[in-house]
């Protein structure tokens, strides 16, 4: 049995979004693309904005927050399977097909797929030279151990904000923390907390991002690294409070008292 693929983009501010479009509609498994706009006026091209699988939600009454918009989007989904997307990728038939076929031969389970590597069509882009973080989870017997390091070089850039699974996964996560705002590690949030609850974690396929610079990134011209690194702080004091669930969920998550979580940075 196939069951609806449905894309989330949360989109401000980016021209980019029609090349995301264009390369999410010729997809075959994709049933509905939904931007979650926050722009007062569009900067979608006309020729595809009322393709029947494009689905456009006025979201600019709100302040833009990624975790906001795609909460929204995840609470008011149509679809069974969800993938997604930031509002500068270009994606392909092999990969979408590798990853929706995952998660609709197990739509039983607790399993999240994320891309494996993002290539970047500018390759001397800042994004490549900038030091990225990696968590790691390890579990043995009663102890929960997440492990921060830092990758100076790492070979591949991995697209853990790119993932896919079941509405009713992501909603059994109570989706993202939206108290990480602007950019940067709410995508590790949501997958460490996965990784503590029991679910599995798998990579695959390939994309390729539209390079820019850092102010695109973070719409307050704050640098990233401040950003990302006052998420990891809020990140890792809520998950040492045993608030596992994202902010669709209000209940503390159901592990044992008996267990001990500890993070490291180094």
């Given at each position: 049995m196939n069951n609806s693929l449905e894309v989330l983009i949360p989109l401000k501010q980016r021209v980019s979004i029609n090349k995301t479009i264009l390369s999410l509609l010729e997809i075959k498994e994709i049933s509905l693309i939904t931007i979650l706009s926050g722009d007062i006026k569009s900067n979608i091209d006309d020729k595809i904005k009322n393709n029947s699988k494009l689905r456009i939600i006025n979201y600019s009454q709100y302040p833009f927050s990624k975790t906001t918009y795609l909460n929204y989007g995840i609470k008011n989904s149509v679809g069974d399977i969800l993938l997604m997307s930031d509002a500068d990728i270009i994606w392909n038939q092999n990969t979408i097909t590798s990853?929706?076929?995952?998660?609709?031969?197990?739509?039983?389970?607790?399993?999240?797929?994320?891309?494996?590597?993002?290539?970047?069509?500018?390759?001397?882009?800042?994004?490549?030279?900038?030091?990225?973080?990696?968590?790691?989870?390890?579990?043995?017997?009663?102890?929960?151990?997440?492990?921060?390091?830092?990758?100076?070089?790492?070979?591949?850039?991995?697209?853990?904000?790119?993932?896919?699974?079941?509405?009713?996964?992501?909603?059994?996560?109570?989706?993202?923390?939206?108290?990480?705002?602007?950019?940067?590690?709410?995508?590790?949030?949501?997958?460490i907390r996965a990784n503590i609850l029991g679910y599995a974690i798998k990579s695959m396929g390939a994309v390729s991002h539209q390079s820019h610079g850092d102010d695109v990134r973070n719409l307050s011209q704050k640098s990233p690294l401040i950003t990302r690194n006052r998420n990891i702080a809020i990140s890792n004091q809520m998950i040492l409070a045993r608030k596992l669930y994202g902010s669709l969920r209000e209940e503390v998550a159901l592990i044992s008292n008996d267990i001990l979580i500890t993070v490291e940075e180094i």
């Open positions: 990853i929706y076929t995952t998660i609709n031969n197990n739509l039983h389970k607790s399993l999240i797929v994320y891309i494996q590597e993002v290539k970047e069509t500018d390759t001397d882009n800042n994004a490549l030279k900038r030091p990225r973080l990696k968590p790691t989870v390890t579990k043995v017997g009663n102890k929960i151990h997440i492990n921060i390091i830092k990758e100076s070089s790492p070979s591949k850039r991995p697209g853990c904000g790119l993932i896919c699974a079941t509405k009713n996964n992501l909603l059994f996560l109570g989706g993202y923390n939206e108290q990480l705002k602007e950019w940067g590690w709410e995508d590790q949030d949501l997958l």
